[in-house]
């Protein structure tokens, strides 16, 4: 992992990060109220359910509201993500904020600083082949499990469980981490593990089909984590204070929609971000994120969730040193914003 974020400092400048651009309501919003929007590329980890408060406030219009014309990208990666951040692809990147650690560990002149953080909990989940509803840890003993890639945050997140429940990740589980990402459940389906660490519709569907029973919560069970965060080179947080401003007053009013209304009203706001996913289906997701707290009521990363998130990386064997949250973290427009 630290060998791949080295090779996108030296390719950022040629590279831009897979796109995939997401329709919403703002489109619609009347060009004349706000006559000098600023163009924002912002370009996300991943499109997910996990994510409602910034679709909340891209499909209520709240970016618009604050002069800010989005463009919404997936990147599908971290890396790519990253990628796209540094190579001036994207002006705001979405993820997990190890990223920002692993290339200003590698020396990056111009890093990435975290400015809001959106998740507090991990937003994956456990399955089972079977129904079991007095499950424990302990289970996992000597089972097959699929996994996620080495150095990515879901990985770390379940090994940090296994550790906390006195297991060790290396010797009393089989954990396979040679599926992509998007194909676990399909391989959890077709027969292959005793259990599989999944994301949101993955977890849902292999239930719906009868293919799986979620057993237990990551996002829960780690307790919270500083999972999603908003970054910015240092040099375009310099740049453009008040765009970084506006984006994070948008943010904060999804977050504030997201504690102020229930599951079925949220999906229902959100629904369009997921055309092919129908509204039972995306309440039920947003109903089990809702339970577990997965959303802060604002957006400021405490220093103490980053000393926590360099503990994970520590215990993965992810970090070369610990970096200053001091020069990757700024509460300063979150601060603001929840006023």
Not at 110 to 117: E, I, L
Not at 318 to 326: D, F, I, Q, S, V
Request: proline share 3%.
């Amino acid at each position: 992992m630290k060998k791949r974020f080295t090779a996108l400092l030296l390719v950022a400048l040629m590279l831009s990060a897979a796109v995939c651009a997401c329709a919403s309501k703002e489109e619609g919003v009347a060009e004349e109220n706000h006559p000098e929007k600023t163009k924002v590329v912002l370009n996300e980890v991943a499109h997910s359910i996990f994510y409602a408060p910034m679709y909340v406030a891209i499909e209520e219009g709240y970016f618009q509201e604050e002069g800010i014309d989005l463009e919404l990208v997936t990147g599908f990666g971290a890396d790519k993500t990253m990628t796209a951040v540094l190579s001036d692809s994207a002006d705001i990147g979405f993820m997990g904020s190890e990223a920002s650690i692993y290339t200003y560990n590698e020396g990056a002149t111009d890093h990435v600083v975290n400015f809001a953080q959106l998740t507090q909990r991990a937003g994956n989940f456990l399955v089972a082949r079977q129904e079991m509803p007095d499950f424990t840890w302990e289970d996992l003993k000597g089972t097959d499990v699929l996994g996620g890639r080495k150095g990515g945050m879901p990985q770390m997140v379940f090994e940090y469980i296994l550790k906390q429940n006195g297991i060790d990740p290396a010797k009393d589980v089989a954990i396979d981490q040679s599926i992509d990402f998007g194909s676990t459940a399909a391989a959890f389906a077709e027969g292959q593990a005793d259990f599989t660490v999944e994301f949101e519709p993955g977890a849902t569907s292999l239930e719906q089909e009868g293919k799986g029973y979620v057993v237990a919560s990551l996002g829960t069970d780690s307790g919270y984590v500083p999972y999603t965060a908003f970054s910015a080179k240092q040099s375009y947080l310099d740049e453009n204070p008040d765009v970084i401003q506006g984006f994070t007053n948008a943010l904060q009013k999804g977050m504030d929609f997201v504690q102020a209304h229930t599951p079925e009203e949220i999906a229902a706001v959100i629904e369009p971000q997921f055309k092919e996913t129908d509204l039972d289906t995306i309440t039920t997701i947003v109903s089990r994120y809702y339970e577990q707290d997965t959303w802060k009521d604002n957006l400021i990363f405490q220093e103490e969730s980053f000393d926590l998130l360099q503990d994970i990386l520590d215990e993965a064997g992810e970090l070369t040193k610990r970096a200053p949250y001091a020069d990757l973290v700024t509460t300063e427009f979150a601060e603001k914003a929840a006023r």
